[in-house]
T-cell receptor
Framework: AQTVTQSQPEMSVQEAETVTLSCTYD???????LFWYKQPPSRQMILVIR??????QNATENRFSVNFQKAAKSFSLKISDSQLGDAAMYFC?????????????FGKGTKLSVKP | EAGVAQSPRYKIIEKRQSVAFWCNPI?????LYWYQQILGQGPKLLIQ????????DSQLPKDRFSAERLKGVDSTLKIQPAKLEDSAVYLC???????????FGQGTRLTVV
């Protein structure tokens, strides 16, 4: 069975600085998707970024980028120029390629605080 | 475009009572998901619908949980009877089809006392 592990329960960053959130996963599949979701206090999960395992290029969305290391089964999220609105829970998630993109296995999350 | 609507936002019940949650997905979305998120954990998929058919309910505790999506649009999730360990946020999500991004609602926070 696939698993997702986030080893940092909490992280803190100064406004305008850069922070990296870690995620590792375990799977025997060769093709899959990885995601980072943000969950603010409103509880609504918001997709931040998605990575297809068959793509070697790391995904980027504005201030958010990932470092995808397939052999190491590592998928970290880098947030540049952190803003107060980035404060939230961040969840790493996995799904098999060919499965449903909403049928996700989530990690336990990392709580990110942003200091002004 | 309206998002995924869920109600109620909060619910408090006593153990052994029954409770139902409602979800209205984004218009035109064929795939619907229910997740359970216990405090301090990531969401766990309970059930996935494709239109009005069940695709995956392998993690649904079928002795007390049930879900339906009769007309392939909105959906209800029911717990009967509730246990203390059912206290959680119940999230609904929908996607246009299986191969596209899922959008989440704001969830229902259930407290069982």
């Amino acid at each position: 069975a696939q698993t997702v592990t986030q080893s940092q329960p909490e992280m803190s960053v100064q406004e305008a600085e850069t922070v990296t959130l870690s995620c590792t996963y375990d799977t025997s599949e060769s093709d899959y998707y990885l995601f980072w979701y943000k969950q603010p206090p409103s509880r609504q999960m918001i997709l931040v970024i998605r990575q297809e395992a068959y793509k070697q290029q790391n995904a980027t969305e504005n201030r958010f980028s990932v470092n995808f290391q397939k052999a190491a089964k590592s998928f970290s999220l880098k947030i540049s120029d952190s803003q107060l609105g980035d404060a939230a829970m961040y969840f790493c998630a996995y799904t098999n390629y060919g499965g449903s993109q909403g049928n996700l296995i989530f990690g336990k999350g990392t709580k990110l605080s942003v200091k002004p | 475009e309206a998002g995924v609507a869920q109600s109620p936002r909060y619910k408090i019940i006593e153990k052994r009572q029954s409770v139902a949650f409602w979800c209205n997905p984004i218009s035109g979305h064929a795939t619907l998901y229910w997740y359970q998120q216990i405090l301090g954990q990531g969401p766990k998929l309970l059930i996935q619908f494709q239109n009005n058919g069940v695709v995956d309910d392998s993690q649904l505790p079928k002795d007390r949980f049930s879900a339906e999506r009769l007309k392939g649009v909105d959906s209800t999730l029911k717990i009967q009877p509730a246990k203390l360990e059912d206290s959680a946020v119940y999230l609904c999500a929908s996607s246009r089809d299986r191969n596209t991004e899922a959008f989440f609602g704001q969830g229902t926070r259930l407290t069982v006392v």
